[in-house]
């Protein structure tokens, strides 16, 4: 089996998917952090690709940052300067070749990530 990494971003506020959240990938070595990849979620909150396809995975440290303020922005969130969370960014290991799902539940005040199925 070979791993992959996938998301999914849920509005917890609005209770709907949230659609337009640009993704980064960051591949952490040592004090090293190289962009890998932007994605923008869809309708469903989920991107159109897998994040980290099996062609590209390795097993290691990566960083996904959420760019939820301006996603709040768009969503007509009341603005707050500065906002409470713009840039969430959430570091995690994968240490085998398996599915990795970094979902996201997002409110302006608040999040929790989990490691998904």
Do not use: W
Request: charged share 20%; hydrophobic share 35%.
């Amino acid at each position: 089996m070979s791993g992959y990494l996938t998301t999914h971003v849920l509005d917890t506020a609005r209770g709907c998917p949230a659609a337009g959240l640009k993704i980064e990938l960051f591949r952490i070595q040592g004090e090293t952090r190289t962009a890998l990849k932007t994605l923008t979620t869809n309708a469903d909150g989920r991107t159109n690709e897998q994040i980290l396809p099996a062609e590209a995975f390795e097993t290691g440290t990566y960083e996904l940052v959420f760019h939820a303020g301006d996603y709040l922005d768009a969503t007509g969130t009341p603005p707050e300067s500065p906002r409470f969370l713009d840039v969430i960014p959430i570091r995690f290991g994968m240490s085998e070749a398996s599915h990795y799902h970094v979902p996201l539940l997002l409110s302006p005040f608040g999040y929790s990530t989990y490691r998904g199925s």
